[in-house]
């Protein structure tokens, strides 16, 4: 008995504290709405790509009316120095009735065949949130291609390549009564979409990603596989808490998920993200990557624009 107690008693070697794989920007939030050239309610949820070298955000910037649109903002070092457009680079057309309630939650990706920057985003039609893509080149003119898929989907982005000759596309269509799930749909021509498969689905439970799941970032490649950030949610009796979480698909078929964090990576903590609009949200739209260090482009709350940074290694460590 003496000899267990003694053995209880004696210290521990001590742990050197594990630095954190998510790092938030101490400047955080990088971009509100005081920041915009004109009267806006809140900016948040922006898609992310480096062009010539500098940072290009495609801002969801909801107006005081309730309805969103999307606004450009340049940064040389995807930190500070923010320069932002002085109009609505893609509103909600007339021409297109899809998007009478807003255009929502960009997500870029460099189409490599073709040249151009894809945009999936959420256009928030009269009978609900659909996927409807758009190409650029410039950020300056925007050629739509219309609705991909109908309501209730949103969270899409594409892979930077075509596979067998055709475009893969990751989305999130909801079912009623069968839940919210990321699926992977494939088109010759980025207007028609089918073949469509689930690929990874909500847990179930009292688990972080139990509610509902969805694509946050795009694809982004990597020698292990497609690395996927996609948000969960989690319905409490005081509402939805939104955190974010990693996934790894294979390279050559990413219908094939080949592993999945099981805690969840980062959830709102600071001040900034607990309250806005809708507390208790990070949301990730974007990220870059830039010598091995990961840029997550999140918004707070449903209120801002936010930096994140993490080693590209880190992340693909958490999922071997
Ligand atoms: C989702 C989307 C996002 C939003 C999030 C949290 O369903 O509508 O635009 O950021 O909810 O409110």
């Avoid at 495609?58 to 649109?69: A, I, K, Q, T, Y």
């Avoid at 920057?117 to 928030?124: G, V, W």
Wanted: charged content about 20%.
């Amino acid at each position: 008995m003496a000899k267990r107690i003694a053995n209880a008693r004696r210290a521990k070697p001590r742990r050197a504290a594990r630095k954190p794989i998510i790092v938030r920007h101490e400047g955080n939030p990088i971009l509100t709405a005081a920041d915009w050239p004109y009267p806006v309610n809140t900016v948040f949820n922006a898609a992310a790509a480096i062009v010539d070298g500098e940072t290009v955000l495609l801002v969801r910037v909801e107006d005081h009316s309730g309805v969103s649109h999307l606004t450009v903002a340049r940064s040389a070092d995807g930190v500070g120095g923010w320069r932002v457009g002085p109009r609505p680079a893609l509103a909600p057309s007339p021409a297109h009735p899809e998007e009478a309630w807003g255009v929502e939650d960009p997500r870029l990706t460099w189409l490599e065949e073709a040249g151009c920057f894809a945009i999936a985003y959420t256009a928030y039609s009269h009978r609900g949130p659909l996927v409807a893509l758009a190409t650029t080149r410039d950020f300056k003119t925007f050629k739509r291609l219309g609705p991909a898929l109908p309501p209730e989907n949103k969270d899409a982005a594409l892979f930077p390549t075509t596979f067998g000759g055709e475009w893969l596309m990751l989305h999130r269509p909801v079912t009623g009564g069968f839940g919210a799930h990321i699926w992977l749909s494939r088109s010759p021509d980025l207007v028609h979409w089918g073949e469509h498969e689930l690929v990874l689905q909500a847990r179930s439970g009292p688990y972080w990603d139990a509610g509902k799941i969805g694509l946050s970032a795009p694809p982004l490649r990597t020698n292990k596989g497609w690395l996927i950030l996609y948000h969960g949610v989690r319905n409490t009796c005081s509402g939805a808490i939104y955190r974010q979480g990693l996934a790894l698909l294979d390279l050559a078929d990413p219908t094939k998920v080949l592993a999945r964090t099981g805690d969840w990576l980062f959830g709102p903590e600071a001040g900034y993200e607990r309250v806005g609009d809708v507390g208790n949200v990070v949301f990730c739209c974007g990220w870059t990557l830039v010598d091995k260090e990961v840029r997550l482009y999140y918004a707070g709350a449903d209120s801002n624009v936010c930096l994140a940074t993490a080693r590209l290694g880190d992340l693909l460590g958490l999922l071997r």
